[in-house]
């Protein structure tokens, strides 16, 4: 007699590929930047080229030559090509990965809410697991801040995605959407200048 299969309650990696869009609709304002730099930093922490990291992973080096420079997210990734940066990633610090998946989760969030979403698909924010990464991660895409990493000193997003999230972002808050909590989360990120000390960050 065969086991019967159980359910399994998606991860926060299927709720980021879940969430996205198709592979080739990016929206109009495709975010990046937090999971292409944890990639790029874990990267380098190895010591490895783009091509000796692809093959570690077993993806193309054309997948990480596009999720680190920001034209590929890694939520638009097939999930077999995320996985497998992830794996790779968490090899030698396991806690990598959670930094890589939240990445992500706050770049498709962050694009959701630059395309003027008011009903928004990830659960980055409420989840007890990502919630306090989700924001430390906003608050370093939009105001450099980022505790114990000397490198971290200026925002990930430029002045002109930071003023239209702000926009985007209140008009989110003021909306009668269910996600309307989400858009004061954001407001409060990009005007945050301080953080919690004491949480590791991707190393330097």
Sequence with gaps: MHDQPTSVTPGLTETVLGGGPPGDDLGQHPV????????RVARLGYRESQAQFAVRAGVSLA????????TRPLWALAYTEFVAL???VSVLNPWLRDWLETAAACDLLLTRVLDGD???????????????????????ATTGTLPTSAWASRP??????VALLRDRA?????????????????LSACCSSAARPGTKGPPS
């Design 63 to 70: 997948v990480v030559c596009g999720a680190e420079s920001e």
């Design 32 to 39: 990046a930047v937090l999971s292409a730099t944890v990639l």
């Design 156 to 161: 990930l997003l430029s002045d002109a995605q």
């Design 118 to 140: 008011q009903v928004l698909t990830t659960d980055v924010l409420t989840e007890p697991g990502s919630r306090y990464l989700a924001k430390k991660l906003l608050r370093w």
């Design 86 to 88: 992830a794996d790779a």
């Design 170 to 186: 209140a008009a989110l808050a003021a909306s009668r959407s269910p996600d309307a909590w989400a858009g004061a989360e954001i």
